[in-house]
């Protein structure tokens, strides 16, 4: 299995930007794919991006796709979340998971296998 640990989070003014960074530790991490998510008390989790196990295919969510970017860098086992624009809709506590790679991209949190703890990202106007 592997455990994933994101770093990167506070307090910013709507406009600015933010780098979250997921941590892997455990297996291979090139064996997964990765996601990230945003959740709001009381609210479903949100998908935001997945990125492929070599990185070469991504995918995003509607409401981010212009203003996020998802990498990832496998030899030093990270995935990063880049989020530029932000806007006080974007507070939230942000997750990256983590996806057995036979399985390719998935949008839905149900289909990944190991989260991290989370970050909270608050964006102030």
């Known amino acids: 299995q592997v455990q994933l640990v994101e770093s990167g989070g506070g307090l910013v003014q709507a406009g600015n930007s933010l780098r979250l960074s997921c941590a892997a530790s455990?297996?291979?991490?090139?064996?997964?794919?990765a996601g990230w998510f945003r959740q709001i008390p009381g609210k479903e989790r949100e998908f935001l991006a997945a990125i492929s196990r070599e990185g070469h295919f991504t995918n995003y969510g509607d409401s981010v796709k212009v203003r996020f970017t998802v990498s990832r860098d496998n030899a030093n086992d990270a995935v990063y979340l880049q989020m530029n624009s932000l806007k006080p809709e974007d507070s939230a506590v942000y997750y990256c998971?983590?996806?057995?790679?036979?399985?390719?991209?998935?949008?839905?949190?149900?289909?990944?296998?190991?989260w991290g703890q989370g970050t909270q990202v608050t964006v102030s106007s």
């Open positions: 455990g297996r291979t991490f090139s064996w997964y794919v």
């Open positions: 998971a983590a996806r057995e790679s036979a399985y390719g991209i998935s949008r839905n949190p149900d289909e990944y296998n190991y």
